[in-house]
Antibody, heavy 117, light 110 residues
Framework: EVQLVESGGGLVQPGGSLRISCAAS????????MHWVRQAPGKGLEWVSF????????TFADSVKGRFTISRDNAKNTMYLQMNSLRADDTAVYYC??????????WGQGTLVTVSS | QSALTQPASVSGSPGQSITISCTGT?????????VSWYQHHPGKAPRAMIY???KRPSGVSNRFSGSKSGNTASLTISGLQADDEADYYC??????????FGGGTKLTVL
């Protein structure tokens, strides 16, 4: 069974930086496109970022473009989200997600990022 | 990238049918065949119920169906059951290879 485990969340001050990770197992990670999705407290799901299986193509939501960077290390079966210039409205649970067909069939349990002074 | 528009809430009695709409633009829903729907029970991972507008993942009941007309996609649930009560989100690929969720719809089974 596909396993995705996020880590690295925590409390960070406004303007600060944080890198979160998504460790994958039980599937051929290098073959799969990967996404980050977040959910702010009491709010709906928001797509954040995408990275192609070989890491050569990435896209971002307008709300994070220029502040967040997505990357992956296929040798380590791990994806990353580098978050800079963090704002209060970035506070959310961040999930990594993937799927073979055109939908997410696997999600991690999420990691909470709190931006507050 | 504005969130797709969904009704905040819908409700129905057991056995009835309900439809949730998801309205976007020609840059997302109207221009994409990659529209999917997710059921989300609080504290659990979202579960895909429909993908590619009309397809059902393996294991999803045929009570769930999807359609699209113009810039609006729809999820229909027939024969409502108590455990259908959840939040539902649409998701669309856009013409710039980004993705956008709907704002979410809370389904209440009366």
């Amino acid at each position: 069974e596909v396993q995705l485990v996020e880590s690295g969340g925590g409390l960070v001050q406004p303007g600060g930086s944080l890198r979160i990770s998504c460790a994958a197992s039980e599937f051929i990670f290098r073959n799969y496109w990967m996404h980050w999705v977040r959910q702010a407290p009491g709010k709906g799901l928001e797509w954040v970022s995408f990275i192609k299986n070989d890491g050569t193509f990435t896209t971002f939501a307008d709300s994070v473009k220029g502040r967040f960077t997505i990357s992956r290390d296929n040798a380590k079966n791990t994806m990353y989200l580098q978050m800079n210039s963090l704002r209060a409205d970035d506070t959310a649970v961040y999930y990594c997600a993937t799927g073979g067909d055109n939908y997410y069939d696997s999600w991690g349990q999420g990691t909470l990022v709190t931006v507050s002074s | 990238q504005s969130a797709l528009t969904q009704p905040a809430s819908v409700s129905g009695s057991p056995g009835q049918s309900i439809t949730i709409s998801c309205t976007g633009t020609s840059s997302d829903v109207g221009g994409s065949n990659q529209v999917s729907w997710y059921q989300h029970h609080p504290g659990k991972a979202p579960r895909a119920m429909i993908y590619d507008v009309t397809k059902r993942p393996s294991g999803v009941s045929n009570r769930f169906s999807g359609s699209k007309s113009g810039n609006t996609a729809s999820l229909t649930i027939s024969g409502l059951q108590a455990d259908d009560e959840a939040d539902y989100y649409c998701l669309s690929l856009t013409t710039t290879t980004t993705w956008v969720f709907g704002g979410g719809t809370k389904l209440t089974v009366l």
